[in-house]
């Protein structure tokens, strides 16, 4: 009976070491070795070694023990020699996108440690229009700066974020047009608002811009003064302006024509008209145009490169009142010339008697046909004449 009390405990005592050593740590070696004690005692004992001075272990020993004392007897002694080595993980440090490979610090390290990582490039240019930018951390470590260090306990990943970028050139036409403002990089996929700053600018000397629209990569846009550009991709946008000048037209007579705003470079036709005379005789006549141009015909064409002005010229032309006056003066003359020589052949001709080709025929008396007799019955007058005393009477 007491040798099979004693099997029992030794199985018993068998089974816990196992459930220790399996719950402890990683086996280094399994030895088993005899042991006769001296008297009846038990005990247990356990050391701490260095294992080939790398790893340390630990040495248990867990020995049976029996009720009887009788006598010598040998028991065997089963002791567990077992390490426990710290275990290795990996980081992996990589960028996302994957092909960029600047991310730094992907290796194995003991658990507990501390893993440094960071990226050799915060901006990869991959041409002049378009760009990476590093953004974040991803993964086991978050975290907005280009280095960053994670304590190992377990296989991790930490990621290098980075945001495509897209460069929006703006400029506009011509040079001398202001900027809109937007110029720059912008993340893939953001929406820019572009603006200029009105329809038309400047006009105060003589100068201005006349926004025509849009242009982006070649095409031309809308003509509103705002536009939206999506950055799926690089862009270029120019904002296009039209250069005016403003020709000035001055008459102090007439009408003129042809003032107001015109394309830098084109032509303008330009006219006066001809006032009417208000003095008689004295007509108001065309002399030329004067200022930006030089030129006689009431008529003409101005090239319109910059403001100008041009002024028409009048002179007066007395021809006809000149005319009428000498014409007067030639008839008074005559007339008075005419006039002395009638008097001055009046008076040699007095006294002396007339040229038979200047006398005038005689006068012949008229003679009064005789009466018709009347058919009436003439009534006679019977009241009587005084006879009219003669010279001879007396």
């Known amino acids: 009976m007491k040798e099979g009390y004693l099997a029992k405990i030794a199985i018993a005592l068998l089974v816990l070491s196992v459930g220790v050593f399996f719950l402890s740590g990683q086996v280094g070696q399994v030895s088993a070795y005899t042991y006769t004690p001296q008297g009846c005692y038990g005990y247990n004992y356990s050391y701490y070694y260095w294992y080939y001075g790398y790893y340390p272990y630990y040495y248990y020993g867990y020995p049976y023990s029996s009720s009887s004392c009788?006598?010598?007897?040998?028991?065997?002694?089963?002791?567990?020699?077992?390490?426990?080595?710290?275990?290795?993980?990996?980081?992996?440090?990589?960028?996302?996108?994957?092909?960029?490979?600047?991310?730094?610090?992907?290796?194995?390290?003991?658990?507990?440690?501390?893993?440094?990582?960071?990226?050799?490039?915060?901006?990869?240019?991959?041409?002049?229009?378009?760009?990476?930018?590093?953004?974040?951390?991803?993964?086991?470590?978050?975290?907005?700066?280009?280095?960053?260090?994670?304590?190992?306990?377990?296989?991790?990943?930490?990621?290098?974020?980075?945001?495509?970028?897209?460069?929006?050139?703006?400029?506009?036409?011509?040079?001398?047009?202001?900027?809109?403002?937007?110029?720059?990089?912008?993340?893939?996929?953001?929406?820019?608002?572009?603006?200029?700053?009105?329809?038309?600018?400047?006009?105060?000397?003589?100068?201005?811009?006349?926004?025509?629209?849009?242009?982006?990569?070649?095409?031309?846009?809308?003509?509103?003064?705002?536009?939206?550009?999506?950055?799926?991709?690089?862009?270029?946008?120019?904002?296009?302006?039209?250069?005016?000048?403003?020709?000035k037209v001055l008459t102090d007579q007439g009408v003129a024509y042809g003032e107001g705003w015109y394309d830098a470079g084109s032509t303008a036709q330009v006219y006066v008209s001809t006032p009417v005379s208000t003095a008689y005789g004295v007509s108001i006549v065309f002399n030329g145009w004067q200022g930006a141009m030089q030129t006689g015909s009431q008529s003409a064409t101005v090239l319109v490169d910059g403001s100008k002005t041009v002024i028409a010229t009048w002179r007066s032309d007395p021809t006809i009142l000149n005319l009428t006056i000498i014409l007067a003066v030639v008839a008074a003359v005559l007339v008075v010339a005419g006039i002395l020589v009638y008097v001055t052949m009046g008076r040699r001709n007095y006294g002396k008697p007339v040229p038979p080709q200047y006398q005038q025929p005689a006068l012949k008396p008229v003679q009064t046909p005789p009466a018709t007799p009347s058919s009436q019955p003439v009534t006679k007058n019977t009241s009587p004449l005084k006879k009219k005393e003669t010279p001879e009477s007396h």
Request: net charge negative; charged share 10%; proline share 4%.
């Open 70 to 247: 009788y006598g010598y007897y040998g028991y065997y002694y089963y002791g567990y020699d077992y390490y426990s080595t710290p275990s290795k993980y990996q980081l992996t440090v990589t960028t996302n996108p994957s092909d960029l490979g600047t991310a730094t610090g992907s290796g194995t390290y003991t658990q507990g440690t501390s893993a440094s990582f960071s990226v050799t490039k915060s901006i990869i240019q991959t041409s002049s229009n378009t760009r990476y930018v590093f953004a974040h951390w991803s993964g086991d470590y978050s975290g907005v700066g280009t280095s960053g260090s994670i304590t190992v306990n377990a296989a991790s990943k930490v990621v290098a974020v980075y945001q495509l970028q897209y460069h929006l050139d703006v400029s506009s036409q011509p040079q001398s047009a202001p900027y809109p403002q937007g110029e720059g990089w912008y993340n893939a996929g953001d929406a820019m608002l572009l603006t200029v700053p009105g329809q038309i600018l400047g006009g105060q000397d003589g100068s201005r811009l006349v926004f025509q629209g849009w242009n982006v990569d070649g095409q031309n846009l809308q003509a509103g003064v705002s536009l939206t550009v999506k950055m799926d991709g690089p862009h270029v946008a120019v904002a296009q302006y039209k250069q005016q000048y403003y020709l």
